[in-house]
């Protein structure tokens, strides 16, 4: 496998790759192409600006998490749920968002999960990227990015990286795959665990856990990911005009959920229009 500085990878860039199991049917390469090929254009800056209700109930959601333990005592207090949505802004947000927000809030401050935890990392989501994660074999280097919401330890000093979620969908097991090989470079002298929480539903997923080789296979397939999406770019920026054999559509009822709608030709929502 070639190395190149270029070469990265991420459960983002994994998930745009390749969909998760059961979602074949609505994965569509041409976002991929739009997000990571074409980021740069007027048109494309101007909608990846623009965050979704779906978007920014998740980020609200996590810096209300991180602020109830920066300010513990609203926890405790009758107006808690209240003085943190003034933290966040809430008022600010569209009707729905703040509708569900709120709901998230009530959710955690009647079951904080977090409350006599020993966190080691709590995020409030808008960090931006990470400091990538240099990964290098004998066969293969790419830059690994990472972004974890939670980190705790756990009695017998497990660590335990916590991912919250919102809405309905699945969780996609291969994200926590991807930050327990994080935590292979950034806390090798930890064993560690990772799960999920829905803040909408209460939900917990089970504990997810790697042996050594089971690591080492996540480290390869994120290798083959970053080379794909590498070798990929270079056709695209040979051949512009190839746009969309590069980068596949896949059109159907799915495309009125991307965010690319209005400026893909093959949008399923624009040939209903027509």
């Known amino acids: 496998m070639p190395i190149s500085k270029r070469l990265f990878a991420s459960y983002n860039l994994w998930s745009l790759v390749a969909p998760a199991v059961g979602q074949e049917r609505w994965h569509c390469q041409m976002k991929r192409g739009f997000i990571k090929a ?8 101007a909608l990846l600006a623009q965050a979704t209700p779906p978007q920014r109930i998740g980020l609200l959601a996590q810096k209300g998490v991180y602020e109830f333990h920066q300010h513990t005592q609203l926890l405790q207090l009758p107006d808690g749920v209240e003085r943190v949505a003034q933290l966040l802004r809430l008022s600010k947000s569209a009707s729905e968002v703040q509708q569900r927000v709120i709901q998230i809030l009530k959710n955690y401050r009647n079951a904080p999960v977090l409350v006599g935890k020993r966190i080691v990392l709590l995020t409030r989501g808008d960090e931006g990227f990470p400091r990538p ?23 017998d000093r497990t660590l335990h990286i916590l991912d919250f979620k919102t809405g309905k969908s699945a969780f996609d097991r291969r994200q926590a795959l991807v930050y327990l090989l994080a935590a292979r470079y950034l806390y ?51 051949n512009p005009h190839e746009f969309s054999q590069v980068f596949p559509a896949n059109p159907g009822f799915h495309c009125r959920h991307c965010p690319f709608h209005s400026i893909c030709e093959f949008s399923a929502v624009k040939q209903n229009m027509h």
Do not use: W
């Open 38 to 45: 074409r980021q740069h254009e007027p048109a494309v800056k």
């Open 133 to 155: 994660i240099p990964i290098k074999r004998e066969n293969y280097r790419f830059q690994l990015y990472a972004s974890m919401d939670c980190i705790f330890t756990e009695t």
């Open 188 to 238: 090798p002298q930890h064993q560690a665990v990772a799960s999920f929480y829905n803040l909408e539903q209460c939900k917990q997923s089970d504990l997810i856990h790697l042996t050594s080789s089971q690591l080492d296979g996540v480290e390869t397939q994120l290798a083959l990911v970053a080379q794909k999406h590498q070798q990929d770019l270079s056709q695209y920026r040979q």
